[in-house]
């Protein structure tokens, strides 16, 4: 089964690289290999002729896309659109993963698949465009959202704060947004089933299960990374509001997404947020 997998660079791209199942011929591009924004995705995706798109590449600088939309555009939206067509011109089957963002966060519940979307940023209207565009081009296709995605493996949220917290004597981290931190691998697992399945045509939700806040994000990682030797010592960290932490783009209060019917059809591990940032942080001690 030859599989091609974009945003090999990236944290999703790198854990689907960890867990390539058995019997898949899978071929991995990064942006020097294949660029999104470019204008020659669908020709080079044809000469490779896939049977399986795994589509893992995206924008994701999320307060940069407010003075770079275009650029966000292309890639979330155009870009991916032609991964799209390639894959409708080749038969083949696409998992496209998208995300929390393209929710405005009002929501007193979680948000299901088939809810109205309303981004309230550049970065999840692109990604929002990208997802009509897939549709268009290819209905049988996957959209797998997904939010917070953190892994051992790049820049992000668990390293941002490890750093900080080594460096610092005292933190504030937003206490009034709330969404479900995910790990990389697991959510790797969970596109993998998806692309050697059956379903078509489905728009899923995949994060770790539980709830939290950043702050309490926050406070979890300073307590297991403690545990484990990656901090030497503890900061205070204070709750505090989105307003004290003003941002270039605006980003929901509240994305928790509903899992009900991708846990009915994927069998994929699915663990408490904690419990998978233990795993993650664990690996980080092993690599140190």
């Known amino acids: 089964m030859q599989v091609l997998v974009t945003g090999a660079n990236g944290q999703l791209g790198h854990e689907l690289?960890?867990?390539?199942?058995?019997?898949?011929?899978?071929?991995?591009?990064?942006?020097?290999?294949?660029?999104?924004?470019?204008p020659d995705v669908e020709e080079r995706v044809l000469a490779l002729a896939p049977r399986i798109i795994l589509n893992a590449a995206a924008y994701t600088a999320v307060d940069r896309a407010e003075s770079e939309s275009d650029l966000a555009f292309r890639v979330n939206g155009a870009?991916?659109?032609?991964?799209?067509?390639?894959a409708a011109r080749l038969d083949a089957r696409m998992v496209h993963v998208s995300t929390d963002f393209i929710f405005d966060g009002v929501s007193a519940s979680p948000y299901l698949p088939g809810q109205a979307p309303a981004p309230v940023g550049a970065y999840g209207a692109s990604k929002l465009e990208g997802e009509r565009q897939v549709r268009a081009a290819l209905p049988g296709a996957i959209i797998l959202?997904?939010?917070?995605?953190?892994?051992?493996?790049?820049?992000?949220?668990?390293?941002t704060m490890l750093r900080l917290m080594g460096s610092r004597?005292?933190?504030?981290?937003?206490?009034?947004?709330?969404?479900?931190?995910?790990?990389?691998?697991?959510?790797?697992?969970?596109?993998?089933?998806?692309?050697?399945?059956?379903?078509?045509?489905l728009t899923l939700h995949w994060t770790d299960l539980g709830v939290a806040s950043w702050y309490d994000f926050?406070?979890?990682?300073?307590?297991?990374?403690?545990?484990?030797?990656?901090?030497?010592?503890?900061?205070?960290?204070?709750?505090?509001?989105?307003?004290d932490y003003p941002t270039p783009a605006r980003r929901p209060a509240y994305s928790v997404l509903d899992k009900t019917d991708t846990l009915a059809l994927l069998a994929a591990p699915r663990q408490h947020w904690r419990a998978a940032l233990r795993q993650m942080l664990d690996e980080l001690k092993e690599q140190a």
């Open 79 to 86: 870009g991916t659109g032609a991964l799209a067509r390639a």
């Open 218 to 243: 926050a406070v979890a990682i300073q307590e297991e990374a403690l545990e484990r030797g990656l901090l030497s010592r503890a900061v205070p960290v204070d709750p505090i509001r989105t307003e």
């Open 17 to 38: 690289a960890r867990t390539v199942p058995p019997g898949v011929d899978a071929h991995f591009l990064d942006r020097t290999a294949l660029d999104l924004a470019g």
């Open 145 to 159: 959202r997904t939010a917070w995605v953190y892994s051992a493996h790049g820049a992000n949220f668990v390293k």
């Open 169 to 201: 004597d005292r933190l504030g981290v937003v206490a009034d947004q709330i969404g479900t931190p995910t790990w990389a691998k697991g959510l790797a697992q969970a596109v993998w089933e998806s692309g050697l399945g059956t379903q078509s045509g």
